[in-house]
């Protein structure tokens, strides 16, 4: 397994390949192993040819991906871009604009807000707020404090509550980057 990225240009050869990217993702997401997220079980088999897992228990939707339950699963922006702005966002000290980001990783600008908001936020930051000091990444890909299976429902409803609250800022956010589109500042 590649070691992770300590500078960015480790971090942009290093998140290209997506095996890389998932290993990255479980190891802060599922430290003692893949877990199904929406029973909790551990019994679960990886399908490397789909690049994700099924769930052993009987229910409905037993197959998942890294992404799934996470602020990333409704998104159609891929996995590498996601990390590559969550590293970023995490490691620079001084911050990141979306403006950079849209640069570096050749997405729209709007969609590099939108990621950079979402993280943001899930980060407890304040969207456009400078970041320093220590910041504990995991509660971004799992939207809340379901560390364990008590908290899990709680987690669960806490991220919907958080996509709920994305949806109406995306939507405004929007509108705010449609008046500014003139290219760069
Ligand atoms: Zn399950």
């Known amino acids: 397994m590649a070691s992770e990225p300590t500078t960015l240009r480790e971090a942009i050869v ?3 390949d997506p095996d890389n990217c998932r290993n990255f993702l479980v190891a802060r997401r599922w430290p003692n192993g893949a877990e199904c997220p929406r029973c909790g079980s551990k019994h ?3 399908q490397p040819k789909y690049n994700r897992w099924q769930c052993g ?3 409905d939707r037993r197959q998942f991906t890294a992404k799934t339950g996470t602020i990333m699963e409704d998104s159609p922006i891929g996995l590498d871009k996601w990390l590559m702005a ?3 966002i995490v490691n ?3 911050g990141i604009s979306s403006y950079e980001v849209h640069r570096a990783f050749g997405i729209t600008q709007k969609s590099a807000w939108f990621m950079d908001h979402r993280i943001r936020f899930a980060l407890g930051m304040t969207p456009g707020n400078r970041l320093s000091g220590q910041v504990e990444t995991d509660e971004t890909f799992i939207g809340g ?3 364990n299976m008590q908290l899990r429902e709680a987690g669960r409803k806490d991220h919907r509550d958080r996509r709920q609250r994305y949806r109406r800022d995306g939507d405004l956010g929007t509108r705010q980057q449609g008046n500014r589109k003139q290219g760069p500042p």
Do not use: L
């Open 14 to 16: 290093y998140f290209s």
């Open 92 to 94: 620079r000290k001084n």
């Open 44 to 46: 679960v088999i990886f």
């Open 145 to 147: 404090k379901a560390r």
């Open 86 to 88: 969550m590293w970023q």
């Open 57 to 59: 228990a009987s229910h």
